[in-house]
């Protein structure tokens, strides 16, 4: 009768402690994430020499903030056409408004040639950058927006060498 009890007991206790836990998590991340935070969809091109950046194996559109205030990083894949669409939080929701500073990284899946890893340094296999290096940098891309609720949700970056 008492291993009964418990073995009860113990379920309970088991259940009030997993509730217990559960309940903290929410309270301590219940914040995090996109509730509460405004994203501005924005989608677009990115052109190199006039042309859409096409087949990029491995490339890379993002929104570096100018300042920490300023506003949040966001991504976006380079697709096969040339077009991309930003992601802060989940999947294509945008991007937190603010003033941001825009890098593009554009890759090919042929590795870099043994010159080219030599001048940049490099000791081994490395992919080969197609864009100019200065993209790379947020500092150097000459590339920026102004992400409000008055943005057109459309961003069409023109690339030169």
């Known amino acids: 009768m008492f291993g009964r009890l418990t073995a009860g007991c113990m379920h309970t206790e088991r259940i009030q402690h ?8 929410v309270i301590v991340f219940g914040g995090c994430g996109s509730k509460g935070t405004t994203t501005v969809p924005i989608r677009g091109e990115v052109l ?18 100018k300042t920490p205030e300023s506003g949040r990083q966001a991504s976006g894949r380079i697709q096969p056409d ?25 890759y090919s899946s042929q590795p870099a040639s043994r010159q080219e890893v030599e001048a940049s340094g490099g000791a081994g296999a490395q992919p080969r950058l197609i864009i100019p290096k200065k993209y790379l940098d947020p500092t150097t891309s000459g590339i920026s927006d102004i ?6 949700g459309f961003k069409r970056i023109d690339l030169t060498n």
Do not use: E
């Not at 997993?18 to 998590?25: K, P, Q």
């Not at 669409?85 to 941001?100: A, C, E, N, R, S």
């Not at 992400?147 to 057109?152: E, I, L, Q």
């Open 48 to 65: 190199y020499n006039g042309a859409p950046l096409k087949n990029v194996p491995q490339g890379l559109v993002r929104y570096m903030p």
């Open 147 to 152: 992400v409000d609720s008055g943005h057109s």
């Open 82 to 106: 040339g077009s991309f669409v930003l992601t802060t939080f989940k999947q294509f929701d945008g991007v937190v408004p603010g003033d941001y500073n825009i890098v593009i990284s554009a």
């Open 18 to 25: 997993g509730v217990a836990v559960l309940t903290l998590l």
